[in-house]
Nanobody
Framework: QVQLVESGGGLVQSGGSLRLSCVAS????????MTWHRQAPGKERELVAG????????NYADSVKGRFTISRDNLKKTVYLQMNSLKAEDTGVYYC??????????????WGQGTQVTVSS
């Protein structure tokens, strides 16, 4: 069955960095776009970044542009989120999700369990 397992979250000071990983299994990873979302306490889940199946296209929420980088390794079936210059407002649970297509859309069919990121100010 499809599984997405996130890791790499933790507690970091404002201005610090974290690298999240999401390991996929149970499907042909290389033909699906992948995304990262986050959910802060009391807020709705929001898209952070997406990457196409080949990695040739990416998009980012305006709030993270220039600070976060999404990438993928199709041989390792892993998608990453490098987060630099972290701010307190980046705090939340970060989720990996599988897109329904090879290109980036706002349609997802599987989600990981999430990894907590806490940025102290």
């Amino acid at each position: 069955q499809v599984q997405l397992v996130e890791s790499g979250g933790g507690l970091v000071q404002s201005g610090g960095s974290l690298r999240l990983s999401c390991v996929a299994s149970g499907f042909t990873f290389s033909i699906y776009a992948m995304t990262w979302h986050r959910q802060a306490p009391g807020k709705e889940r929001e898209l952070v970044a997406g990457i196409s199946a080949t990695g040739g296209a990416t998009n980012y929420a305006d709030s993270v542009k220039g600070r976060f980088t999404i990438s993928r390794d199709n041989l390792k079936k892993t998608v990453y989120l490098q987060m630099n210059s972290l701010k307190a407002e980046d705090t939340g649970v970060y989720y990996c999700s599988r897109g329904r297509h090879d290109f980036i859309t706002e349609s997802y069919d599987y989600w990981g369990q999430g990894t907590q990121v806490t940025v102290s100010s």
